[in-house]
Nanobody
Framework: QVQLVESGGGLVQAGGSLRLSCAASGIIIANINSMGWYRQAPGKQRELVAIVSNVGSTNYGNSVKGRFTISRDNAKNTVDLQMNSLKPEDTAVYYC???????????????WGQGTQVTVSS
């Protein structure tokens, strides 16, 4: 069973930095298409923050380009999100995401972590 465990959220002042980490278990690297982060603020839809594919290509949401950096450690099955120059509008619950399959006979699907709160004070 695939599990995603996030860590690193918290409270920070505007202009500060935080680093989120997500560790995946129950799946091998060969079965992962991509890993990444989404976020959801109160009253808003879940939106893409950043994803990294199995070949290392990255994609960022427009609002975080130039401030956030996603990185992946294939040996550890982890994905990190370095968030710099944080703004109050970055306040949200951040969810780790994995696109892949548990085994060769299983369907490709999306997996989600439980979410970690990031709060940026002005």
């Amino acid at each position: 069973q695939v599990q995603l465990v996030e860590s690193g959220g918290g409270l920070v002042q505007a202009g500060g930095s935080l680093r989120l980490s997500c560790a995946a278990s129950g799946i091998i690297i060969a079965n992962i298409n991509s890993m990444g982060w989404y976020r959801q603020a109160p009253g808003k839809q879940r939106e893409l923050v950043a994803i990294v594919s199995n070949v290392g290509s990255t994609n960022y949401g427009n609002s975080v380009k130039g401030r956030f950096t996603i990185s992946r450690d294939n040996a550890k099955n982890t994905v990190d999100l370095q968030m710099n120059s944080l703004k109050p509008e970055d306040t949200a619950v951040y969810y780790c995401n994995l696109d892949g399959r548990e085994g060769i006979t299983k369907p490709v699907r999306l997996y989600w972590g439980q979410g970690t709160q990031v709060t940026v004070s002005s």
